[in-house]
């Protein structure tokens, strides 16, 4: 039988939506392994964005790396200090230019290692948010993340019309970005509102806030794929593409939550 993207898109969304469930149930040792899984997955993609084939092998390596130990140590508390990992591979980064340059000065990139200390700051610096939550904020950014992509997608492809920015995003329309909106006030009020313990108010602000980080973080990475003419970041999910794909948006709303909460202590 041949499944269209639709069909895998939903069928993928009905396998990881137990698991996901799982993972924030059973705690903090499976939480870190598989958020700095997600880390390690999410950065190669990153990486293969600007460097295709073989090419910078063992720098995306080296990034990919860094960045899981980096979430492995925010998760599980190997040092008082996670930072340091990342303070650690920004000197391996410039000390592997520096041998670089040293040996063959007109090939050495600069840009390459500003792309590799990018990358860590992009995804793992984020992700390690997540080990400050309680579980009920993690659902809460979650379903906010999903419900921000559910809602734009459905609405965008039932409705469609004018393009919002089709330069670096072809097929987003405003109708989707209506619907995605309309769904994550739905989302995070629900949630806030049920347990939480700010007015109401807070809540259809805080929905407000993260739809629209969201929808940025989904832009950013669209135009650095357009930027690279690459259609999907990876292919391990079908239906969906990469992982950094699902995660654009998450990337830039865990943040925003993170800030609004610790002005207003909602939660």
Known sequence: MNLTSHHKRILTAIILLPLLAGVIYMGDLVQTVIISLLGFLGLWEFYNLFW????????????????????LDSGLGWTDNPVLFLVLFFWITWLLFLAEYSQKKGQAEFRDYLILIGGLSYLPLVLSLLFNLSEIEIILVLAATFASDIGAYYTGAWWGGKKIWPVVSPKKTWAGSVGGLVLCLIVTFAIGWTFGHASWLHYLILGLFLNVAAQLGDFFQS???????VKDSGHIL???????????????????????????KIF
């Open 238 to 264: 079908p239906g969906h593409g990469g992982i950094l794909d699902r995660i654009d948006s998450l990337l830039l709303l865990l943040p925003v939550y993170v800030l609004y909460n610790s002005i207003f």
């Open 223 to 229: 135009s650095l794929k357009r930027w690279n003419n």
């Open 52 to 71: 295709t084939g073989k090419g910078r092998f063992f720098l995306r390596l080296t990034g990919s790396l860094g960045g899981s130990l980096f979430l």
